[in-house]
């Protein structure tokens, strides 16, 4: 018997996390047999989610898609036949050249959709970036998670950057705001439970009860999308109450006296109105920032993008931005704030894109969040040709879109091509004319930037493809081939293009040996100020916002469907993600679908009561966009007034075929024309028992 082989091999976890992990596979006779954290990074300190350390389980399922798939029956029907890849590649490159072959612009017609399914640089839109940039296709905003949020700290600080999450171990407070960090962001919640084992006081301000608010010494429950209304009545506190940094302020920072007087507009009592809270909880939590002025302690402020999703959700991030400059807290390498810190990483974008390849053609750009309105559009002189052709990859669109039922409608167009790229028939692959199987992480190279640290990541194939799977960077090296595309650039390969990324700005000799690289970051990146604006300040006033006819200060904008607006649907209802779950993707894992269970909606006993509804029984959750059936769960986790919408479950796994995105709309942001998910009223009844025919097993 031949000695078993056994190896291992540096990897980077894909998955849409600010955590971006370091990890280590073990590979037996060219089997992946385990994925484990590198506990030599570290930022991943030896330790995945309960997710990623799975992932096996994602790579081998017996369910993954190994062969190119054609459509045989009705469109949605899910319905399809294998067929060569060669048949496949000639199909789709002959569709795709006959549109573009009608005029000069006419491949705008032609529209790819694609997020972050993986994060990865390379897999994400290199090669592919390059194929659509030479067709002249149609350009996607990819607005869908983190646009709001990240324009507002742009407009504020300059850029995507903030806080060392390391340095949050040696804070005395902790803001952790709008996250579920146990759930989101486990390797940051590492470095506050340390903060706190050394005297740190956190607190969560969420609507919802998290895992996380659980642990925190105090939980602020206000409204949906009323943040701005807290950190307005925040600054009116520290103003009144002289726990001001005047130094700091008058140096480093514009537009104070603006901002001030509007502060001063709200005291405790008007925001805690419009936040649903207690005027006390207000003053509390300013006694305890701005005591940290007075007492020199560093105060850290931790946001995540859920408390963006919102109509004023820009704004809100502008205020919470502006927050540290006022104590001066970016004094102290663990005080100030993080959002993001994907701003620091420099990624060579156009190497990779090649926006070079479009000569000069300006096709225009679909919004991803309006994917549902825009399927549906007809040519017009605004809009330009219809959407013909859709090439997805690294999302799934029909599951996590807002406005589902204009999506699904749209995906159901007989007259619209549809390619889906995935790894499993996902509920966008079941609206596919062709699903072209891709890799998984353990099959591929890739390179990596973190939103919650600032490590390159470098990932190197532990397998060979599994089936016929290729990667996405293959498979569009091959349709390029296909449809005549000769520029040499469509022939780099996937370790070159690795090396592209960041080309000399980082080691890739060390990536290669390590698996990650650590950029070299200040340590208290603002503390002599030097932030990445235009006037180098902390901007209050953005004069460029003004000078694009905004309101130049940030304000608290009331959601487009506040609590309590509507007597129709009186409940707020916000969809967070599931902890085992990332977005849609690890769904159908077994054994992570077991923890979750099923689609539920947390209610508080108050609004349950009300409607004489009890846990466990099914509800119809409904609005004027549509509706769809779950169990509903009376829970200490939701306050009065808001609802609990869980995880985003593929659509044929919810009881009526549909997820929570039936209710959610397409409005957009304040800034960066982002989706407003958590800005959005319903109303719950119980399942009349005629309705139980419409009711069917999950499958
Ligand atoms: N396990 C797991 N990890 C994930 C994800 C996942 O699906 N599962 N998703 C990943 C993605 S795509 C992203 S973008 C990141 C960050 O993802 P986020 O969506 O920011 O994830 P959470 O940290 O769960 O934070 C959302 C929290 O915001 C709260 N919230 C909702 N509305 C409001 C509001 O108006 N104000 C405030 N203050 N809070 C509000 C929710 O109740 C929830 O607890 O996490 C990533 N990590
Ligand atoms: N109601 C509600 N809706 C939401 C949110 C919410 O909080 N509430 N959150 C929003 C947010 S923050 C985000 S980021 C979006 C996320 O939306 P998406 O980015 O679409 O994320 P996923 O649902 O994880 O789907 C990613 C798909 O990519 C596939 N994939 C992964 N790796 C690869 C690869 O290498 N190649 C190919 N071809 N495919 C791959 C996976 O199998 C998976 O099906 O959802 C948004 N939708
Ligand atoms: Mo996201």
Redesign the pocket.
């Known amino acids: 018997m031949n000695a078993v082989t056994t190896t291992t091999v540096l990897g980077g976890c894909p998955?849409?996390?600010?955590d971006a992990c370091s990890f280590v596979t073990t590979v037996q006779d060219g089997i992946a047999i385990k994925v484990q954290g590198n506990p030599a990074h570290p930022q991943t300190d030896g330790a995945l989610?309960t997710?990623v350390s799975r992932y096996t389980e994602r790579t081998y399922h017996p369910q993954r898609i190994l062969q190119p798939l054609k459509r045989s029956g009705p469109k949605g029907s899910g319905q399809f036949e294998v067929v060569s890849w060669d048949a496949a590649l000639r199909d789709i490159a002959a569709r795709l050249t006959a549109i573009a072959a009608r005029g000069p612009d006419s491949a705008q017609a032609i529209l790819p959709y694609s997020y972050?399914g993986t994060m990865g640089l390379v897999q994400g839109e290199s090669m592919a970036g390059r194929f659509f940039n030479q067709l002249g296709a149609s350009r996607l905003d990819r607005t869908i998670?983190?646009k709001a949020g990240g324009e507002g700290q742009v407009y504020t600080l300059g850029g995507k950057v903030g806080m060392r999450v390391e340095f949050f171990a040696e804070s005395k407070l902790i803001l952790i705001?709008?996250?579920?960090?146990i759930?989101?962001?486990l390797h940051f919640w590492r470095y506050a439970q340390e903060a706190k084992r050394k005297g740190a006081k956190l607190i969560c301000?969420?609507?919802?009860r998290?895992e996380?608010a659980d642990k925190c010494h105090e939980h602020i429950a206000?409204?949906?999308?009323?943040?701005a209304a807290l950190a307005l009545a925040l600054m009116h506190e520290l103003i009144t109450h002289d726990w001001l940094d005047r130094d700091y302020i008058a140096q480093h920072t514009s537009g104070w006296e603006l901002l001030r007087e509007r502060a001063l507009q709200w005291n405790p009592e008007r925001a805690a109105l419009v936040c649903g809270i207690d005027a006390e909880q207000i003053r509390s939590l300013a006694r305890d920032y701005g005591g940290c002025l007075t007492s020199g302690a560093p105060a850290a402020i931790r946001a995540?993008?859920?408390?963006q999703?919102?109509r004023g959700g820009g704004n809100a991030t502008r205020l919470l931005a502006s927050l540290p400059a006022l104590i001066g807290a970016w004094r102290h390498r663990a005080g100030g704030f993080l959002m993001s810190s994907s701003g620091a990483f420099p990624v060579r974008r156009a190497a990779l894109e090649r926006p070079d390849l479009l000569a000069g053609r300006t096709p225009r750009t679909i919004n991803m969040v309006t994917i549902g309105d825009d399927l549906l559009r007809p040519a017009s002189a605004t809009f330009g040709p219809a959407i013909e052709a859709l090439i997805v990859y690294n999302s799934n669109p029909v599951a996590v879109a807002p406005d589902s039922g204009k999506v699904v409608q749209g995906f159901g167009r007989e007259n619209l091509f549809t390619v889906v790229l995935e790894h499993f028939q996902t509920d966008t692959a079941d609206y596919a004319d062709y699903v072209l199987p891709a890799t998984t992480q353990l099959e591929h190279w890739d390179i990596h930037l973190s939103y919650g640290h600032t490590d390159v990541v470098l990932n190197r194939p532990a397998v060979a493809p599994v089936g016929e799977a290729k990667p996405n960077t293959q498979i569009f090296r091959e349709l390029a081939r296909q449809m005549g595309f000769d520029e040499t650039c469509f022939t780099e390969d996937d370790e070159s293009l690795c090396r592209a990324a960041y080309g000399d700005a980082v080691d890739f000799e060390q990536l290669l040996a390590r698996g990650f690289t650590s950029l070299k970051v200040p340590e208290a990146p603002f503390a002599q100020g030097g932030f990445p604006t235009p006037s180098g300040k902390c901007e209050f006033f953005s004069p460029s916002l003004a000078a694009q006819g905004q309101d130049g200060l940030p304000d608290h904008l009331p959601n487009y469907e506040a609590a309590g607006s509507s007597s129709t649907y009186p409940l707020a209802m916000?969809s967070?993600?599931?902890?085992?779950?990332?977005?849609s993707s690890f769904v159908n894992v077994q054994s992570l679908r077991d923890i979750e269970g099923e689609p539920i909606l947390e209610m508080s006993a108050q609004d349950a009561a009300a409607r004489g509804l009890v846990s466990e029984s099914v509800v119809r959750v409904f609005n004027q966009r549509g509706e769809y059936r779950c169990k509903m769960k009376v829970s200490s986790r939701a306050r009065a007034g808001v609802v609990?919408g869980m995880g985003?479950w593929w659509r044929k796994l919810g009881l009526d075929g549909k997820n929570v995105n039936e209710l959610t709309s397409q409005k957009l942001t304040d800034l960066g024309q982002a989706p407003t998910f958590?800005d959005c009223l319903v109303e719950v009844e119980a399942v009349p028992p005629m309705g139980e025919d419409l009711l069917r097993v999950p499958g």
């Open positions: 998955h849409d996390c600010p989610c997710k972050a998670c983190a705001w709008g996250s579920n960090s759930a989101s962001n301000i969420d609507p919802r998290s996380t206000l409204l949906p999308g009323t943040d995540n993008y859920g408390m999703r919102v916000i967070p993600p599931a902890r085992n779950f990332l977005n609990n985003i958590y």
